[in-house]
């Protein structure tokens, strides 16, 4: 029996895994990022902390909020300690498999210690041993595919966390543009309203149409009506983010304004092949393709036959005080073979269907570099233009207040007529609230560039615990 162990596990140790080894696929990368803007020798956006990067202390406690209470990250946190669970449970299969039964008979005639063997004996314990030798590496393909689902789990947490964080910032920059459209609205309100009554006031007077009265007019229900809708929106906002959160609608508190927002004066997006160490949802992708890999080397290892190790010990006697002694022992050992015969078709096909998965999860890892680079241009034009875009507009933001102030003063004295005035302020407005939104664009941008780049999480930021608010 010993020489027959020493066999079995020399050739355990000299045996290989079946099926092939996991490779990290080739992935062709440029040395700089094509809307990089010559800032690919700077260190990455993404090397900062969230906290560093937005620096507004509302949102910073509305981030922490969300990380403590949303449930879809509880969920992802969740499934990792289910999948660590599952690769401890894989793990197992190493070791020897134990089961023990102790039974005490009714009467003599009537206990059996062996399947139709009679036993003179009143009490017994039984322990079954069995221990599968893993010759052509089912069990370490198997567990190595667990650890690989573990680690796909564990990384798309952080994916999970980095969306969690963008989706926060984005719904907050969302809510005070909504506040700053709002006051620009109401502002505009009460100017049509002024313009109505001087208007009423002239038409009474024989100074000017009723057409005229009547345009002052619609313009004042105009920007009545979009006041109403940007509360609306700025309402909705606030649910948005509230279930973001973890919490039931309410009132979120802002800290500051959208104009007083800090910009990133520069946004370096680092060298394109770091992308691919530190996109969370990439990592999720090859760890997927790792996990499939090895379900590959397992699924052939079924089709060979399978070692096993069995044993049964166990102690029998009479009388209970003499149960556990050297003379009531008894042990049994011996080994096993199980070789698929019938359905040695039926694991073949198994093992096709698992080689069509490797080549479905390698295109769908392939696929993920792809968007992820194309998210990455994505916001780095959209920092770039919305910057450019920004500019002109608070140009012409300026250019147009100058404009209505010259139409109201002419229009007041009678040397201009309505139409100056209702250009001048309908295109003001209309241009205050591009304005806003191009801010808006301007501060989610660099966000969405931050959660393109994987920002926040590499093995370096991942540990640095954030700072209290």
């Avoid at 650890?147 to 963008?166: G, M, P, W």
């Avoid at 295109?363 to 920004?390: G, K, N, S």
Wanted: charged fraction near 20%; aromatic fraction near 8%.
């Amino acid at each position: 029996m010993q020489a027959l162990l020493i066999i079995v596990l020399s050739s355990l140790m000299l045996s290989c895994a079946m099926g092939p080894d996991y490779k990290r696929p080739q992935t062709d990368t440029e040395d700089r990022f094509r809307m990089a803007d010559g800032q690919s020798d700077l260190p990455s956006l993404a090397n900062l902390p969230w906290w560093e990067l937005l620096r507004d202390e509302q949102l910073q406690q509305l981030i922490r909020m969300a990380l403590a209470e949303n449930y879809d990250l509880q969920r992802a946190v969740a499934t990792v300690d289910e999948f660590r669970a599952r690769a401890l449970v894989s793990q197992t299969d190493w070791l020897p498999q134990i089961t023990a039964a102790a039974s005490m008979p009714a009467g003599r005639k009537a206990n059996f210690l062996f399947p139709g063997f009679a036993s003179p004996f009143n009490y017994y314990t039984v322990g079954n041993l069995a221990w599968e030798v893993d010759l052509w590496g089912r069990i370490r393909r198997s567990t190595e595919a667990a650890r690989a689902d573990l680690l796909s789990k564990e990384e798309n947490r952080r994916a999970v966390t980095i969306q969690l964080v963008s989706a926060v910032a984005e719904a907050y920059f969302n809510l005070l543009q909504f506040d700053l459209q709002l006051d620009i609205a109401k502002r505009t309100l009460q100017s049509w309203e002024e313009s109505v009554r001087i208007a009423q006031a002239r038409l009474r007077q024989g100074m000017t149409s009723k057409l005229d009265a009547d345009q002052f007019e619609a313009e004042r229900a105009n920007a009545a009506a979009r006041t109403a809708e940007l509360q609306r929106q700025m309402v909705q906002a606030e649910n948005h983010l509230s279930v973001l959160l973890g919490r039931r609608p309410f009132s979120v508190t802002r800290g500051h304004s959208l104009d007083e927002q800090i910009v990133p004066p520069e946004v370096p997006a680092g060298l394109p092949s770091e992308l691919l160490q530190r996109r969370p949802d990439l990592l999720v992708a090859e760890r997927q393709l790792a996990a499939v890999t090895a379900r590959i080397g397992a699924a052939k290892a079924e089709r060979f036959p399978r070692i096993t190790l069995t044993g049964l010990l166990g102690v029998a006697h009479p009388e209970l005080s003499l149960l556990f002694t050297d003379s009531s022992s008894f042990g049994v050992f011996g080994a096993g073979l199980a070789a698929p015969l019938l359905n040695a078709q039926v694991l073949g096909f198994q093992q096709e269907a698992v080689e069509a998965q490797s080549k479905e999860a390698l295109a769908q890892y392939q696929q993920a570099v792809l968007t992820a680079f194309r998210e990455v241009e994505d916001a780095l034009i959209a920092v770039q233009t919305a910057r450019t875009q920004r500019e002109s507009q608070q140009q012409q933001v300026a250019a147009l207040q100058s404009a209505l102030k010259l139409a109201e003063l002419r229009y007041k004295g009678g040397l201009a007529n309505y139409l100056d005035v209702l250009v001048a302020r309908r295109s003001l407005f209309e241009s205050e609230l591009a304005l806003t939104s191009t801010r808006r664009l301007l501060l989610a941008s660099v966000v969405q560039l931050y959660k393109a780049l994987g920002g926040g999480w590499s093995p370096e930021m991942a540990s640095v615990e954030q700072p209290e608010g």
